[in-house]
């Protein structure tokens, strides 16, 4: 018998944010229940989530489900349109768009999700470009688990401060970052994340600096 698939894509974006703002919520709920938190308003901001094979399924789904929920528009981009599978689980995320066919400046933000995708995904130098290319033109760019190590590879981590999945912590430190094993780290446009019980604070920083975005 053939074993059912769960695809993810524009044509089912409201089963794509209604799961992952439930899996948000079941996870964390005292986070988004703080009493002064309002939920912001993304209209007119444009996200990349950057994404291959081996990909993380809430590292993915969490950001994108949040950020559209907001109203910003979510992009799913990748080495070229297609499919790429959830590591963890078996979860198809579509990939719309080839890091070819767009531009970091089409961007307010590019999110880079962990698993094995981002170990994959370096091996590409166009991708390794567009991450660079992002940083160096001031747009926010928020990495979780092993997606630092794009970074790494685009070399734009010196003299940084940032978190990652501790097994890329000699990684980091390698490329000259500071490391620290806190949930979240913030150093001016670049934003990292450690595992998936920090995609809260993770989420809400990007959404935050996107408010702060002109």
Request: aromatic fraction near 6%.
């Amino acid at each position: 018998m053939r074993q059912k698939r769960t695809v993810l894509g524009p044509y089912c974006i409201g089963v794509y944010v209604a799961t992952a703002a439930v899996v948000a919520l079941l996870h964390t709920p005292a986070v988004f229940a703080e009493p002064e938190y309002a939920p912001a308003d993304l209209s007119g901001k444009s996200v990349a989530v950057l994404v291959g094979e081996g990909l993380h399924d809430a590292e993915t789904l969490v950001p994108i489900g949040f950020l559209a929920n907001r109203g910003a528009a979510v992009t799913v981009v990748g080495v070229a349109p297609g499919h790429a599978k959830a590591y963890n689980s078996d979860t198809w995320v579509r990939i719309e768009k080839s890091v070819d066919d767009v531009d970091a400046n089409d961007f307010d933000a590019i999110v880079i999700p962990g698993g094995s995708s981002p170990a994959y995904l370096r091996e590409y130098d166009n991708v390794v470009a567009f991450a660079r290319d992002a940083v160096e033109a001031g747009k926010v760019v928020a990495a979780i688990c092993h997606g630092p190590q794009v970074l790494i590879t685009a070399g734009v981590l010196e003299g940084k401060n940032a978190t990652a999945y501790s097994g890329v912590a000699d990684e980091l430190r390698e490329a000259g970052a500071n490391y620290e094993d806190v949930p979240m780290m913030c150093d001016d446009n670049i934003i990292t994340s450690r595992i998936p019980d920090d995609l809260p604070v993770f989420v809400r920083a990007i959404e935050q600096a996107l408010v702060e975005t002109n």
